[in-house]
């Protein structure tokens, strides 16, 4: 049965039909993750680098109450305009999205429920939430966490973001059966860095190694997703040292203000930015390009799969 709050664009339709692969891409980092019209002009980069590796890109929000798999050059134009008087979007919000007939930019959670609607397997983003600092005593933990441990669909990123408690969102992980595969690498990069003093699950070193395994997860009924963790590029990666002293200065500024909840992330990369004068916006953009590549290559790679059997 067709979920009548669905619409899929044509392209992206077409293709599933013809069983050629294709990428989902999350909205947040248009409308809450740069100003226009640089946000505007990053998702559509990021949709030709998906396209220039053999993929069909399907970049997903909600408009006017409508899920959107798959936007046109002028939805992406409105929302990247709409900025965050979009509703930042996890799967709590959106049946509230539809029924008021509002906005919403999706997160990696509400991007990966839609995605699994339409029956995309491969998504492409910059980093993945997680256990915050100082879960402890906030609980604050991401819902990604959660959709990836139930739902379809592999998440290529540059590994959990590093504003992050990044041992305790692992170890979460581990709890709920999901996979941490490190390409070309067995560290788990740490989003504006190469490398954390973490180590991944496990390391592939092709696209077509990494679509076999989910491939082989997904036919064994084994449910949720996985984590594809893409280092940044290396002219792009800032040292490690660097960006945990300008997060440590974020954090107690996000303290002393008193931000909580889902706008805590938006605060605290906008500060990193600030802090870092715009290396980290940079670096952002960088790495999703990177990841949108990976993704596609992977989708080529499991379409080939599917078409064989």
């Given at each position: 049965?067709?979920?009548?709050?669905?619409?899929?664009?044509?392209?992206?339709?077409?293709?599933?039909?013809?069983g050629?692969?294709?990428?989902?891409l999350?909205s947040?980092?248009?409308s809450?993750?740069?100003?226009?019209?640089?946000?505007?002009?990053?998702?559509?980069?990021?949709e030709?680098?998906?396209?220039?590796?053999?993929?069909?890109?399907?970049?997903?929000?909600?408009?006017?109450?409508r899920?959107?798999?798959?936007?046109?050059?002028?939805?992406?134009?409105?929302?990247?305009?709409?900025?965050?008087?979009?509703?930042?979007?996890?799967?709590?919000?959106?049946?509230?999205?539809?029924?008021?007939?509002?906005d919403?930019?999706?997160?990696?959670?509400?991007?990966m429920i839609?995605?699994?609607?339409?029956?995309?397997?491969?998504f492409?983003?910059?980093?993945?939430?997680?256990?915050?600092?100082?879960?402890?005593?906030?609980?604050?933990?991401?819902?990604?966490?959660?959709?990836?441990?139930?739902?379809?669909?592999?998440?290529?990123c540059?590994?959990?973001?590093?504003?992050?408690?990044?041992g305790?969102?692992?170890e979460?992980?581990?709890?709920?059966?999901v996979?941490?595969?490190?390409?070309?690498?067995?560290?788990?990069?740490?989003?504006?860095?190469?490398?954390?003093?973490?180590?991944?699950?496990?390391?592939l070193?092709?696209?077509?190694?990494?679509?076999?395994?989910?491939?082989a997860?997904?036919k064994?009924?084994?449910?949720?997703?996985?984590?594809?963790?893409?280092?940044i590029?290396?002219?792009?990666?800032?040292?490690?040292?660097?960006?945990?002293y300008v997060?440590?200065?974020?954090?107690?500024?996000?303290?002393?203000?008193?931000?909580?909840?889902?706008?805590?992330?938006?605060?605290?990369?906008a500060?990193?930015a600030?802090?870092?004068?715009?290396n980290?916006?940079k670096a952002?953009?960088?790495?999703?390009?990177?990841?949108?590549?990976?993704?596609?290559?992977i989708?080529?790679?499991?379409?080939?799969?599917?078409r064989?059997?």
């Amino acid at each position: 049965m067709l979920n009548p709050y669905l619409d899929i664009h044509p392209d992206v339709q077409t293709a599933l039909n013809e069983g050629r692969p294709v990428v989902a891409l999350e909205s947040t980092i248009i409308s809450h993750g740069m100003p226009y019209p640089e946000n505007v002009q990053t998702a559509l980069r990021v949709e030709q680098a998906v396209r220039e590796n053999g993929a069909v890109p399907a970049t997903i929000a909600i408009l006017k109450g409508r899920l959107k798999v798959g936007l046109s050059r002028e939805e992406i134009a409105y929302l990247g305009q709409q900025g965050q008087s979009a509703v930042k979007t996890s799967r709590r919000d959106i049946p509230f999205i539809v029924a008021t007939q509002g906005d919403g930019a999706t997160t990696v959670a509400s991007t990966m429920i839609l995605a699994n609607m339409a029956g995309i397997r491969i998504f492409a983003t910059g980093g993945i939430g997680g256990v915050h600092r100082g879960a402890e005593t906030s609980f604050d933990i991401s819902a990604d966490l959660q959709e990836l441990a139930h739902t379809k669909v592999a998440v290529v990123c540059a590994g959990i973001k590093s504003i992050l408690d990044l041992g305790l969102t692992l170890e979460y992980l581990e709890t709920q059966g999901v996979p941490v595969v490190g390409y070309q690498t067995s560290t788990l990069p740490a989003f504006y860095s190469r490398e954390s003093a973490f180590g991944v699950d496990y390391k592939l070193d092709t696209p077509e190694q990494i679509a076999t395994a989910l491939d082989a997860k997904w036919k064994m009924a084994l449910e949720g997703g996985a984590v594809i963790a893409n280092p940044i590029p290396g002219s792009y990666s800032l040292p490690a040292g660097d960006i945990e002293y300008v997060i440590r200065s974020a954090l107690k500024e996000m303290e002393k203000e008193g931000i909580t909840g889902k706008a805590s992330t938006p605060f605290l990369l906008a500060k990193v930015a600030e802090m870092t004068e715009g290396n980290s916006l940079k670096a952002n953009i960088a790495l999703i390009l990177n990841n949108a590549a990976l993704a596609a290559k992977i989708a080529v790679a499991y379409a080939q799969l599917q078409r064989r059997r």
